[in-house]
């Protein structure tokens, strides 16, 4: 990590192409495990952003890596809920459209 | 009087214990659940009063090195995420207490409200990503509780977007951990690049504006708010929103000092999600839709205060207008979201024509809707006129007056709904058929009274000695 100190700037920009193609798939899809992917792929962009940015800045490092590691928690927990509702979806309507759930019928 | 910092620390175990112990104790009876929790909540209200006085007295204290800070304006959010969590299990009980996952359900409750209370304090990155987790995952859960077509639609709408707002969250603490060099929310030392600095207190303000429903962030609201079950929206809207509130004052407004860029850019958000919010209100048929709309006009107001906030002179009088609204916002959306709770039981329905004629058949509900609608719309003298138009908006006249006036204009809009509502409870025809009388002594209604009660009472003078004490 230490040859990225004082220029960050590589990985900013791979992590915000990550990031926009995440945010376009969340925008466009309506199946919920593709949103998911793409969220994931936000989330990830995200955390190579901060991890870049604070080992940059060399006294925040350790700092950003507590900090990535406790993201990565609520990440998964997030992503765990959000499949076990699209699994309780799918047992209810038999299909993961997220838009598609309340023409269902109630 | 006790130290604030053991008193922070007991109210924590009085939340989390019961909250984390309620699920083992699955299939001992309907009435437990909800026992538990208000028993707990009773406890945790007293502990916020004792925990606001002694802050009060003491000044602000910093605990577990400077993670926490506990200051007298964040226990008073504190303690009003608490009234609205116990307003709303009150109101619960007949309802939620036969549904399978009652137990689930208040446990989620209390962890929510312990997760508020964290964020309401926060000093430290790493401690809001904890704090934000709990209540992020907890109000997902929440909103699905009931697993039928609309709460799953909902909740996974919020669910994902929770998801990319955490996505921005931790981009936003990236720029700024990286900008400071420490995980201490404590604001931008000199001479940082403003260009990284506007950056990351954008992608923090999305973040925290995915939670509260700021323009165009709101995608998710209209299906949560107008689509799950009204007591789970009396919860989410009147206690988890506080934790999206608290993340703004507590990581965002402090960068605000110093930053040209500040005023212009929160006033767009705000101009932008009051107007949607109160347009988009004007169309609905349905109250409780309505209702959530009106949740993002609100945003939009609040956003007018911190908008303030980088402003020296007038950054005191916004950040105590931001807390003196929430105590509107939360006493007439519990109040509100509850009474339509009640309606649902009772087979009234929450649409527009279902509730015409309800204040003959329902005088007390009716009554109390309409006070908690008047002082949304921010009529004298209840508590919404002093927090919308002699703080929030007043805050701003000065630096930005344009801001004030579209906040006036907006208010005026925002009559259109609210009086509706009014207008089909009194004056449009008679009740239908079979329309139920009022169980005067049913929990809900009792609880909209009380909202409704608390309301005038703050009006008739209190608001202002209040915000004399918030000092942020």
């Not at chain 1, 992917?37 to 990830?44: Q, V």
């Not at chain 2, 916004?318 to 979201?337: D, E």
């Not at chain 2, 239908?432 to 909202?451: H, K, N, Q, S, Y």
Request: proline share 5%; net charge neutral; charged share 10%.
């Amino acid at each position: 990590m230490i040859a990225i100190a004082g220029n960050p700037y590589a990985y900013l920009v791979v992590s915000s192409i990550m990031f926009c193609v995440g945010l376009y798939g969340v925008l466009t899809r309506r199946n919920v495990i593709r949103m998911l992917l793409a969220t994931e792929l936000m989330f990830n962009a995200a955390l190579l952003a901060l991890l870049a940015l604070t080992s940059a800045s060399r006294v925040g490092a350790a700092e950003g890596g507590v900090l990535a590691l406790l993201a990565v928690s609520l990440g998964a927990a997030e992503i765990g809920v959000v499949v076990s509702l699209a699994v309780l979806m799918f047992r209810l309507r038999g299909s993961l459209d997220v838009y598609g759930l309340r023409e269902g019928g109630e | 009087m006790a130290d604030p910092a053991t008193t922070f620390e007991v109210l924590m175990v009085v939340l989390t214990a019961p909250g984390l112990i309620l699920p083992l104790l699955e299939g001992r009876g309907r009435r437990t659940p909800a026992a538990v929790a208000l028993a707990t909540l009773a406890a945790a209200l007293a502990l916020s009063c004792a925990l606001a006085a002694e802050l009060t007295a003491a000044g602000p204290v910093e605990i577990f090195s400077g993670a926490i800070r506990l200051d007298p304006y964040s226990s008073y959010l504190g303690l009003l995420a608490t009234l609205g969590a116990l307003l709303v299990a009150g109101a619960s009980a007949p309802e939620v207490g036969s549904w399978p996952t009652s137990y689930s359900a208040y446990a989620l409750m209390l962890l929510a409200l312990a997760g508020v209370h964290v964020m309401v304090h926060v000093a430290d990155a790493v401690t809001l990503v904890a704090a934000w987790a709990l209540v992020a995952v907890a109000s997902y859960v929440l909103a699905g509780i009931r697993k039928d077509g609309a709460s799953l639609q909902g909740a996974m709408k919020y669910g994902i977007m929770g998801a990319v707002s955490s996505s921005l969250l931790i981009y936003g603490l990236g720029v700024a951990v990286g900008l400071t060099g420490t995980a201490r929310l404590a604001g931008l030392p000199a001479g940082v690049d403003p260009t990284m600095a506007a950056l990351g207190i954008l992608l923090l303000v999305a973040a925290f504006g995915f939670k509260l429903g700021v323009f165009p962030f709101h995608g998710w609201l209209p299906d949560v708010y107008g689509g799950v079950h009204p007591i789970l929206v009396a919860y989410i809207a009147g206690v988890v929103k506080m934790a999206a509130v608290a993340g703004l004052l507590r990581v965002v407004v402090p960068m605000a000092p110093g930053l040209a860029s500040w005023l212009p850019s929160l006033a767009l958000f705000a101009v932008a999600t009051m107007t949607f919010g109160n347009v988009a209100a004007l169309v609905q048929g349905n109250v409780q839709r309505m209702m959530a709309y009106s949740s993002i006009a609100h945003a939009g107001y609040l956003l007018v205060g911190l908008a303030a906030a980088s402003d020296p002179a007038a950054r005191a009088l916004g950040l105590q207008g931001v807390a003196l609204h929430m105590t509107t916002y939360v006493l007439a959306k519990v109040g509100i979201f509850v009474a339509l709770a009640y309606l649902v039981r009772e087979g009234v329905g929450v649409g527009l024509e279902d509730i015409r004629g309800l204040g003959r058949r329902m005088p007390t509900l009716g009554a109390a809707v309409t006070v908690l609608m008047l002082s949304l719309m921010g009529m004298p003298p209840l508590i919404g006129f002093w927090s919308k138009f002699t703080y929030l908006f007043l805050s701003v006249a000065d630096a930005a007056p344009w801001l004030a006036l579209a906040g006036v204009l907006n208010s005026g809009v925002s009559v259109g709904y609210y009086a509706q509502v009014i207008r089909y409870m009194y004056f449009a025809g008679g009740p239908r058929e079979g329309m139920p009388r009022e169980r005067v002594g049913d929990p809900a209604v009792l609880v909209a009274a009380a909202a409704a009660a608390l309301t005038v009472l703050l009006g008739l003078g209190p608001a202002q000695l209040l915000a004399g004490l918030l000092n942020p």
